[in-house]
């Protein structure tokens, strides 16, 4: 898999990350415990904890373990709003996400979804997107499905989110396939 650096849609511009994006990820997103609440790690007290996930991100995209993209608003001076990410397996891709606060509740991830998941199934060798989330997350449930994904199921104790509890959660498994 060979990922376009850039990718643009309505609204937004999905781009590959630099390290010099850390603080605007800090300050959109990684310091509040609201936005991390069901993510897989814990909120940043500072922004040097974001550099060394900062530093994996572009070996990761180098190696072609996972590839990320941040998410940029076209308008107010193009404000990062979040991320998004693919981590091909085969002929499988999982997809995963986070957005600022800020921008919740406007389409917005919806529209990285679509954008991303459609440039995943378009090429010859992928044959399904997936992605899970808590089973509490309906917002993010909703958001998978708003970009054509359908439920598969329930995944029991499939996944640790540390700022919910120190035992595996269950995670609603979407897909979209062709």
Same mark, same amino acid.
């Given at each position: 898999m060979n990922p376009p650096t850039h990718i643009e849609t309505a609204r937004l511009v999905l781009r590959k990350p630099v390290v010099a994006d850390t603080p605007r990820i800090f300050e959109a997103y990684?310091?509040?415990?609201?936005?991390?609440?069901?993510?897989?790690w814990r909120p940043h007290r500072t922004v040097a904890d974001g550099e060394e996930p900062a530093?994996?991100?572009?070996?990761?995209?180098?190696?072609g373990a996972y590839f990320c993209w941040v998410i940029m608003h076209k308008e107010d001076g193009g404000e990062l709003i979040g991320m998004i990410s693919i981590r091909p397996n085969a002929w499988r891709v999982n997809l995963g996400y986070v957005l600022g606060r800020?921008?919740?509740?406007?389409?917005?991830?919806?529209?990285? /979804?679509? +954008? =991303?998941?459609?440039?995943?199934l378009?090429? %010859?060798?992928?044959?399904? /997107?997936? +992605? =899970?989330c808590d089973v509490a997350n309906a917002? %993010?449930?909703?958001?998978?499905?708003? +970009?054509?994904?359908?439920?598969?199921?329930?995944l029991r104790r499939w996944e640790m989110h540390p700022n919910l509890s120190d035992e595996p959660r269950d995670s609603l498994c979407y897909a979209r396939v062709k």
């Open positions: 990684a310091n509040d415990a609201e936005v991390t609440r069901y993510l897989t530093a994996h991100r572009l070996a990761a995209w180098e190696s800020k921008w919740w509740g406007r389409g917005y991830m919806t529209e990285a /979804v679509r +954008a =991303v998941v459609d440039y995943a378009s090429e %010859s060798e992928v044959f399904r /997107v997936w +992605a =899970v917002a %993010s449930a909703r958001v998978l499905e708003k +970009a054509g994904m359908r439920r598969e199921g329930i």
